[in-house]
Nanobody, 113 residues
Framework: VQLQASGGGLVQAGGSLRLSCVASGLIVSMHTMDWYRQAPGKQREWVAFITSGGTTDYEDSVKGRFTISRDNAKNTVYLQMNSLKSEDAGVYYC????????WGQGTQVTVSS
């Protein structure tokens, strides 16, 4: 299984980004998929999930600003991030819940104030 996150970049505070996570060796629609992030000097933290049934949930600080979704045909999970804040900066990773799946390289999100 490989999970490749992309779509990060530099954005001004208040701006938007859409992250993508393309999966190989895994059918995302059959699994709960999570997004995590890690800011410099901090532990990795959970951001959002989407279940196989389409149920979603979010970490409190991103509720109302971030949306997780997936495109089954593209076997891709997305994270739409709006109204970005400086505290949203970090490396974002997507992950399934199988401990055997390695973490990918993630995608860097930088928010300028």
């Amino acid at each position: 299984v490989q999970l490749q996150a992309s779509g990060g970049g530099l954005v001004q505070a208040g701006g938007s980004l859409r992250l993508s996570c393309v999966a190989s060796g895994l059918i995302v629609s059959m699994h709960t998929m999570d997004w995590y992030r890690q800011a410099p000097g901090k532990q990795r933290e959970w951001v959002a999930f989407i279940t196989s049934g389409g149920t979603t949930d979010y970490e409190d600080s991103v509720k109302g600003r971030f949306t997780i979704s997936r495109d089954n045909a593209k076997n891709t999970v997305y994270l739409q991030m709006n109204s970005l804040k400086s505290e949203d900066a970090g490396v974002y990773y997507c992950k399934n819940r199988d401990l055997r799946t390695r973490w990918g390289q993630g995608t860097q999100v930088t928010v300028s104030s």
